[in-house]
């Protein structure tokens, strides 16, 4: 199997790489190519992640390339994780928004707006030299926020693509630890959009234990999503973290003006992880690099991989088409579910009919989703305020306005049509 990895100088992909390192019996991959348009990332992930290999007697051939067309060129799968803007635009996207009252996050607001201006048409382009140059049925694993507007993108334009996120996987691999037993012996019923996603039942070798745990440990799992416990023993389901900037939206903005941004923080932790990359002798992953955010990525893209060669019929939560699994929205909308791999595509688990205030955030930003995409592909002001006033965390005109100003000043250099 060949793996190319677009955005490859990633301080996280050591990550990926210690993951195909412990799970190379169930994997077996002979070339992965780190594809990456910044030579000096690229040439210090390369050499660490070539250490990590041949430390482990791995027998994969690791290059690395900023050549996309040569890098992505018969590859079997292509897994692509960019940051248009880097951290710099991470930050910005952290900020300009409490101008006007409203939350700071890459993915989720305002800030995940301007993310996927700058990001679908970079992807989209990535995808069509996939298409001329790797393998004709090779996929392309989407773990770039915002993964469902992104995945969307790539699905609307014919890609044979699905979407990855690390929040279900944690999940899992936190169930799975308390009850003692191995991730594979528990489901979820995981349902919503990307990064807006609710715990709807864990399984324990077939058996829901989560309202025995929402009796048992309410103030331990609302703690863990930083929720109020009232709020998750009235719903009988967990929320993911990203619900925070919905259901507790005041709080966060408080704490986000009185601490220090997130880019900040994995600002410092990159430059760490650079230097320690640099070093010849470093050929283990870091210990720091746990800090960098992504916790089990390795393994939820691992698992993919395999379900997408047959290894596997096992449910994993992917972003994918909704073809009518969530009735309330259009088919071609992209929601995150479990589905397994069958017959060369992922089809959906069924889901339970959802409850009127669940479903109704969903539709609200679903159709912010739609109109986001609209703005990325086609571009224009009035796009983008559209989108920015149908988000729920935002809505008023007046609001909309300032902040699709605010967006557009600090993300020029980016948006080809501004």
């Known amino acids: 199997m060949k793996l190319a990895i677009v955005g490859g ?9 210690d993951g195909f390192i ?3 019996q169930q994997l077996p991959i002979e070339e992965i190519v780190l594809v990456d348009s910044d030579r000096t990332r690229l040439e210090l992930v390369g050499g660490v ?22 890098g992505v060129s018969d590859a079997d799968a292509v897994l692509i994780q960019l940051r248009i803007g880097g951290q710099d635009a991470r930050e910005q996207d952290e900020t300009w928004p409490h101008e006007v009252s409203c939350i700071g996050q890459e993915t989720t607001g305002p800030g995940g707006l301007a993310k996927a201006l700058r990001t679908v048409p970079v992807v989209l382009r990535i995808a069509e030299v996939v298409r001329t140059h790797a393998k004709p049925d090779a996929w392309i694993v989407d773990f770039t926020n915002p993964v469902g507007i992104v995945t969307r993108a790539l699905l609307l334009a014919g890609h044979r693509a699905v979407g990855l996120c690390n929040v ?29 996603t609710w715990e709807r039942g864990v399984f324990v070798d077939g058996k829901d234990v989560l309202p025995g745990l929402l009796d048992s440990n309410l103030q331990g799992l609302a703690d863990d999503v930083e929720l109020a416990p009232e709020l998750l023993s009235q719903l009988g ?14 709080e966060v903005l408080h704490e986000q003006r009185h601490h220090a941004t997130r880019a900040q923080e994995v600002r410092a932790i990159e430059n760490e992880l ?27 893209a691992i698992e993919l991989l395999i379900a997408i060669r047959g290894g596997t019929d096992v449910p994993r939560v992917v972003n994918l088409r909704n073809d009518g699994v969530l009735p309330f929205l259009p088919d071609d909308h992209v929601i995150e579910v479990p589905a397994r791999h ?16 669940i479903s109704g955030l969903i539709s609200a930003v679903a159709g912010y989703e739609r109109l986001a995409l609209d703005a990325a592909i086609q571009g224009g002001r009035d796009r983008v305020l559209r989108a ?14 300032n902040l699709t100003d605010l967006l557009l000043a600090a993300n020029s250099q980016f948006l080809e049509w501004a």
Request: charged share 20%.
């Open 9 to 17: 100088g990633s301080t996280y992909t050591p990550e990926l790489i």
């Open 22 to 24: 412990r799970l190379q």
């Open 49 to 70: 992640s070539r250490r990590m290999l041949a430390r482990a007697g791995h027998p994969a051939r690791l290059t690395a390339t900023d050549d996309l067309a040569g």
């Open 168 to 196: 279900a996987i944690g999940f899992q691999r936190r169930f799975a630890a308390e009850a003692g037993v191995e991730p594979d012996r528990v489901g979820l019923a995981h349902v919503g959009l990307n990064h807006l």
């Open 237 to 250: 389901v967990i929320p993911s973290y990203y619900l925070r900037y919905y259901y507790a939206h005041d």
């Open 274 to 300: 650079l230097g320690l990359y640099a070093d010849p002798a470093v050929d283990t992953k870091p210990a720091i690099l746990e800090q960098r955010g992504g916790a089990f990525y390795s393994e939820a």
């Open 342 to 357: 069958v017959g060369g595509r992922f089809v959906a688990e069924p889901v339970a009919a959802l409850p009127d205030d």
């Open 388 to 401: 920015m006033r149908a988000h729920p965390l935002v809505l008023q005109h007046e609001r909309a306005e």
